[in-house]
């Protein structure tokens, strides 16, 4: 089974602090995802990579970086913590290009910015 | 574009039946839909790569019409272990769009 793990399931941190969000894969998956989660609005995609050192924006980037160093690892960065940032984020991970395999999610991370 | 997902919540006793929609106003590729239960990470369901296919799992079955750009998921004589939020994920060549999710709860 595909195993996506997330670094921390809660998280609780300052406004303007520096956040790093970790997730990492276990099956080399080519193409990773962050996505957020709020009630009312269902899951929307902040950034994508489909290879190595490859990094795409998705639909609400703003606010957020990535960083894709190693095919297994995918990291969410908020450069400055704001309080509109408080939701939950899911990592999730799929082995073909493109979008005919399915995405495997991680357990989330509820991060609370206070 | 968001897929558009009705009805937005659904309550069933067990043993009904329902019907979960998903319509795109961009032309869809493939669809594929998800669920989600209480506090955990969303599970895939099923894909769907053409126009016209329909898929199943269990009593869980799906239908795509590309020409009216959505699908539907089917739930036959639901069970309690049904409930949870279902996300439809649309894509045209772009990483999936999802809908707001369906929100389903069957009570015995």
């Known amino acids: 089974d595909v195993k996506v793990t997330q670094s921390s399931r809660y998280l609780v941190k300052r406004t303007g602090e520096k956040v790093f969000l970790e997730c990492v894969q276990d099956m080399d998956h080519e193409n990773m995802f962050w996505y957020r989660q709020d009630p009312g609005l269902g899951l929307r995609l902040i950034y994508f990579?489909?290879?190595?050192?490859?990094?795409e924006k998705g639909d609400i980037p703003e606010g957020y970086s990535v960083s894709r160093e190693k095919k297994e690892r995918f990291s969410l960065i908020l450069e400055s913590a704001s309080t509109n940032q408080t939701s939950m984020y899911l990592c999730?991970?799929?082995?073909?290009?493109?979008?005919?395999?399915?995405?495997?999610f991680g357990n989330g991370t509820r991060l609370t910015v206070t | 574009q968001q897929p558009v997902q009705s009805p937005q919540a659904v309550i069933l006793r067990e043993g009904e039946d329902a019907v979960i929609n998903c319509s795109s106003s961009k032309a869809l590729y493939s669809v594929h839909w998800y669920r989600q239960k209480h506090g955990e990470a969303p599970v895939f369901l099923m894909i769907?790569?053409?126009?016209?296919e329909q898929k199943g799992h269990e009593k869980i079955s799906a239908s795509f019409n590309e020409k009216k750009q959505q699908s539907s998921l089917y739930l036959t004589a639901s069970q309690l272990s049904y409930s949870g939020t279902y996300f439809c994920?649309?894509?045209?060549?772009?990483?999936?769009?999802f809908g707001k999710g369906t929100r389903l709860s069957v009570i015995a």
């Open positions: 994920g649309s894509s045209g060549n772009t990483p999936l769009v």
């Open positions: 990579s489909y290879d190595v050192k490859m990094k």
């Open positions: 769907l790569l053409k126009g016209g």
């Open positions: 999730a991970s799929s082995l073909l290009t493109g979008n005919n395999s399915p995405l495997h």
